[in-house]
């Protein structure tokens, strides 16, 4: 059974960056591909976009291009968001998931959601 | 852009009683749907997905149907655990989510 777990919550600055973590467990980390979601309070779920680690080759979501960027290490079995230009709008849980195989999919396994709160 | 519509927004139910949630794709996705369920606090948690297929460990009582733009999940009968956000997800594109469907007590 693939774990995800995640680094803790952040506040930070408008204007500056975040960079949260996702270390798989239990699993076949090589044929999954991890997404990046986050969820506004209130709000429904987005997805921003995700990386193949096998392949290091990340996709992002259209609106959040420029601004997001996701990598993965191998070695260690953990993916990497790193938002940047952090607005009040920003504010939200974020989660990796997991999926299997290179196509867009369903997603299995997700990790608890790590809280970016944006304030001044 | 697909667009991913759910109904109704919140849905009051007895327990012990059925539920029928919709999901409504802008176009076709076949069948790519999955359906999560979210309780406060936590993360969505897979139950459905290829629209119709159980995930792992999920209860009979779930159950998923529809292709094309149509889906539906339906909860036989709802228990007291069951009472928590609903979303559905396609994945015949880039992963979008519908608004949600909260199930609350009658």
């Known amino acids: 059974q693939v774990q995800l777990a995640q680094s803790g919550a952040e506040v930070k600055k408008p204007g500056s960056s975040v960079k949260v973590s996702c270390k798989a467990s239990?699993?076949?980390?090589?044929?999954?591909?991890f997404s990046w979601l986050r969820q506004a309070p209130g709000q429904g779920l987005q997805w921003m976009g995700r990386?193949?680690?096998?392949?290091?080759?990340?996709n992002y979501a259209q609106k959040l291009q420029g601004r997001v960027t996701i990598t993965a290490d191998k070695s260690t079995s953990t993916a990497y968001m790193e938002l940047r230009s952090l607005r009040s709008e920003d504010t939200a849980f974020y989660y990796c998931a997991t999926s299997s195989g290179y196509s867009s999919s369903y997603l299995a396994h997700w990790g608890r959601g790590t809280l970016v709160t944006v304030s001044s | 852009e697909i667009v991913m519509t759910q109904s109704p927004a919140t849905l009051s139910v007895s327990p012990g009683e059925r539920a029928t949630l919709s999901c409504r794709a802008s176009?076709?996705?076949?069948?790519?749907l999955a359906w999560y369920q979210q309780k406060p606090g936590q993360a969505p948690r897979l139950l459905i997905y290829?629209?119709?297929t159980r995930a792992t460990g999920v209860p009979a009582r779930f159950s998923g149907s529809g292709s094309g733009t149509e889906f539906t999940l339906t909860i036989s009968s709802l228990q007291s655990e069951d009472f928590a956000l609903y979303h559905c997800?396609?994945?015949?594109?880039?992963?979008?989510f519908g608004g949600g469907t909260k199930v609350e007590i009658k």
């Open positions: 290829d629209a119709s």
């Open positions: 997800q396609q994945y015949s594109h880039w992963p979008l």
């Open positions: 990386i193949i680690p096998v392949l290091g080759i990340p």
């Open positions: 176009q076709s996705i076949s069948s790519n």
């Open positions: 239990g699993g076949t980390y090589s044929s999954n591909s």
